[in-house]
């Protein structure tokens, strides 16, 4: 027998309409069926079907598939650290920051992630699986859930997990977060990150979603960039400023590099220089950010100083970069933190 529970979210309209027909529903209870779930509606919230359809759709699926397992808030701005539940037992981490012009959530992509960037806490126990576009919708409902009289304005793909090996359902996610009839967030309002697997941003920079692309580049050479990202030993700097390009053109928009600065290994003044004079004439943006100390692996953050030193060069060379604020620095905010925290205080 199968018993694999169909996550009704992460369908698209047109298959939820083929689903429902082969059921025996009228098709244009397709349309019901999805706005109610991406209003975040459970089925006994759904009064306008019939109990029997409800009865159905229950039978063979889930209808919420994410649930908030535990939350913290940073006394310090408010910002608010989610642990999500899938159906399967497994968690992942979300991060809900309140800014002047939205709210803006960080949600999950894979659970874990096996990229292995030396200083990243989600890559320490490799990935367990990829999450689906519903469960992804899931943890944008809950953070709304949350929240009154206020929606999730904004979303980043900056928590555990590589979007673009998690790439079906990403996209899937993207084109179903925006759909009009659906939570229509636009897509301009969301960010994608990638470590910088060259293949996917490719294809991605012709899916026709116009999204931010930020890529975690992390280092201004090659051999910086191996000793902490093992992506770096698959794709060269330039074959991935390359990729960076090519979405530009195809988008129109800005590419973002993120660039955490790890103290003695890329923070150097002349580390900046050799940045600024690859990003030279590139339609693009530099988020600098102090790097979160991961004890684990001896790679420590540096001091404001540090970060200004750095943030001067690249202006006078006229690459547009600005300071990354941190947020909900008491509450684990950073990626992967949480999660490896409940995790460890599971097993003691
Ligand atoms: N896999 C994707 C998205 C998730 S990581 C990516 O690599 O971009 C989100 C961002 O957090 C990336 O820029 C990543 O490099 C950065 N990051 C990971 N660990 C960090 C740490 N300890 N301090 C600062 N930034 C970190």
Request: net charge neutral; with cysteine; aromatic share 6%.
């Amino acid at each position: 027998m199968e018993n694999k529970q169909i996550q009704w979210m992460g369908l698209y309209p047109e298959e939820l309409k083929q689903a429902l027909s082969e059921m025996g529903e009228k098709p244009f209870r397709a349309g019901q069926v999805f706005s109610w779930l991406h209003k975040g509606a459970r089925f006994e919230e759904m009064t306008n079907l019939s109990l029997a359809l409800r009865e159905k759709l229950r039978e063979r699926g889930i209808d919420q598939p994410v649930a908030i397992r535990e939350t913290r808030v940073s006394k310090l701005d408010g910002t608010q650290k989610f642990l999500f539940a899938l159906p399967d037992g497994n968690c992942v981490e979300g991060v809900l920051m309140r800014y002047h012009y939205g709210a803006t959530l960080c949600i999950s992509t894979q659970v874990g992630c096996k990229m292995g960037c030396r200083f990243c806490a989600s890559t320490l126990d490799g990935c367990v699986r990829n999450l689906t576009a519903a469960e992804m919708l899931g943890e944008v409902q809950c953070a709304n859930r949350t929240m009154e009289g206020e929606r999730v304005h904004n979303i980043v793909l900056m928590g555990s997990g590589e979007p673009m090996d998690n790439y079906d359902d990403v996209v899937r996610f993207l084109r179903l977060v925006s759909h009009p009839d659906g939570l229509n967030i636009g897509l301009r309002h969301i960010s994608v990150s990638t470590c910088g697997l060259v293949p996917q941003m490719k294809r991605f920079a012709e899916e026709g979603l116009p999204v931010t692309l930020s890529l975690s580049l992390h280092a201004p050479n090659d051999e910086i960039r191996r000793q902490i990202m093992p992506v770096a030993q698959r794709y060269t700097i330039e074959e991935t400023l390359d990729a960076c390009r090519y979405y530009i053109e195809k988008t129109g928009r800005r590419v973002v590099f993120e660039y955490a600065l790890i103290d003695n290994v890329n923070a150097s003044p002349e580390c900046a220089e050799e940045l600024a004079g690859r990003l030279r004439g590139m339609q693009c943006h530099v988020n600098l950010i102090p790097l979160n100390t991961v004890k684990e692996r001896n790679l420590f953050g540096v001091t404001e100083k540090q970060v200004q030193a750095f943030l001067s060069v690249l202006e006078r060379r006229h690459i547009s970069a600005t300071r990354r604020r941190e947020m909900g620095d008491d509450i684990e905010g950073a990626c992967g933190q949480l999660r490896k925290k409940v995790l460890r205080e599971g097993q003691s």
